[in-house]
DNA sequence: GGATAAATTCACTACTTGTTGAAAAGGAGT
DNA sequence: ACTCCTTTTCAACAAGTAGTGAATTTATCC
């Protein structure tokens, strides 16, 4: 044994830059973006930490890498646009839940983690729902258009933080149907039901 | 000008332990526990970083000082148990709201970003509301106690999230009765009302 | 097989963090 | 006025951070 570790070119099939991102997903999960570092995630990826630079240019380009949003917003738009106000929670509520349990690896936990440091993430996705469902709302004529969006906000984003990242049972585990009977029929009536206030 | 800094002790009056105290609570409350630096909590209160130690034997002392709960929880458990079924949810909502609206310095915020990394305040959290109001529910002899609980908490938590975290308008400024109109409904039908789910 | 390019390691820089200890400064008590 | 003692500042440390660049090893192409 002449070197503690080998150096150069690898042979094929290791491949590092999807190790690395591996890893990273679960480092930012645990730890959120400030809270990892890159010596962790390459430790864990068994990698020598400038790896990250050399593969992804810094922690905030790994970071991008690693945590990108397996939503398209503008497949959400369409839906809220083109759906009978009806059916508006349903359809957004199913599309939440099945793009969120797919990701794997708890990236709605990663954001979260990492909304409440970074803040720009919140930022947009903050504006994306406002805008996508306030603009639909007032389209139909509905009061407090602003009010149903927050509640509508609030109660998913809820759901988020139980089903995602507390992984509370049993919502963590329960199946769509089940919380499209529950959560849905209450997502509905924050953006077209009766709100229970007395004016008007 | 001979020093750029007076040294030795202030004339009286000039309070730096209140003064660290405030920007402590204001800094932790934006950035949590880990993005807070000492050094950017000094330079607020316009007083040294050694101050934190002199004051509060340290970064964690000062935390510790600065983020007191200002929830008592055996109050709540009395709320829940005391309560008639159909009237828990209003009055858990409005305890809910009176305290952490009066905590000026958005506990709240901190308490959820600090969750997020420190997670032992989050699970006490969790198995304090899971045994509230998963016993009183029992009690009252409801179908799907647990399923219930996990909904009940994740539309209070959204709600928490959006108000005080996030700060959305107009959730962020809505008086009590209006939330109670519009969310108390829902809580109160996840504790008691109608699931919605097929069976039994 | 020899040249080239890619992949990896390592030593290093520059910076930030929390914390420490000594020195300085001024009030308080006698 | 003289001594304490508290408060404050400053400089520095040890540990940890991300990022850089040269050196080195290996695969791959001609």
């Known amino acids: 044994m002449t070197h503690p570790k080998r150096r150069g ?12 991102l591996s890893a990273a997903r679960a480092v930012f999960t645990e730890q959120g973006f400030d809270g990892a570092t890159v010596r962790t995630i390459a430790s864990r990826a068994e990698v020598d930490p400038a790896m990250v ?19 398209d917003p503008e497949q959400i738009r369409m839906t809220v646009h083109n759906s009978p106000p009806e059916e508006i929670a349903e359809r957004v509520l199913r599309t939440f839940i099945s793009v969120w349990d797919d990701s794997s690896g708890g990236g709605f936990a990663a954001l979260m983690r990492s909304a409440a440091t970074q803040e720009s993430a919140a930022k947009l996705l903050r504006e994306f729902i406002a805008t996508t469902f306030g603009t639909r709302l007032r389209e139909l004529g509905v009061d407090h258009p602003d009010l149903r969006v927050t509640l509508f906000g609030s109660q998913l984003s809820g759901l988020g933080l139980v089903r995602y990242v507390l992984r509370q049972e049993p919502l ?7 919380l499209v009977a529950t959560i849905g029929r209450t997502l509905q009536r924050y953006l077209t039901g009766d709100l229970g206030l007395g004016g008007e």
């Open 9 to 20: 070119r690898r042979p094929a099939g290791e491949d590092t830059k999807a190790a690395l």
């Open 172 to 178: 963590a585990s329960a199946d769509v149907d089940t």
């Open 53 to 71: 630079n050399h593969w992804f240019g810094g922690k905030q380009g790994l970071f991008a890498a690693a945590i990108q949003l397996p939503v």
